[in-house]
């Protein structure tokens, strides 16, 4: 049995304490944990160097590690973040996009750091659960038209409006 759930960890190539930082500038129940710094004779790092931040976002724990440039992120791993109503999806849309970053389509984003989002309203997958095939083909077909989820378009589309 796993004794505290699980942790995620990110890779990145030298901005681990920027993203953990960013991550919990932005969510609530967040927080910076312990850093590690690089021992000397640690592959591709410098001694002192920071090494690893554990942070918690959301609830949710992370370690961010200075790995280098070997690995990259990409969409096959993505974050989602339920939103209650289109305030939260403007909210963390734009927070998640602070400093740069490439919106993409059906909720996706991709932050500054190459970390891949989806920003969806929980409406949104109660919509995609009504077994009236009709109802969800326009919610879909409505979706794919937009970049940042418009709540108030995707019931429009989902009543047949």
Known sequence: MVAEGFTTCLWFDGQAEEAANHYVSIFKDSGIGPIALAPEGTPGATPGQVLTVEFTANGQKFVALNGGPLFKFNESVSFEIRCADQEEVDYYWDRLLEGGGEESVCGWLKNRFGVSWQVTPEE?????????????AR?????MTMRKLDLAALRKAYAGE
């Open 124 to 136: 949104l997958n109660q919509m995609f659960l009504d077994p009236d095939q009709e109802k969800t």
């Open 139 to 143: 919610v879909n077909k409505a979706m």
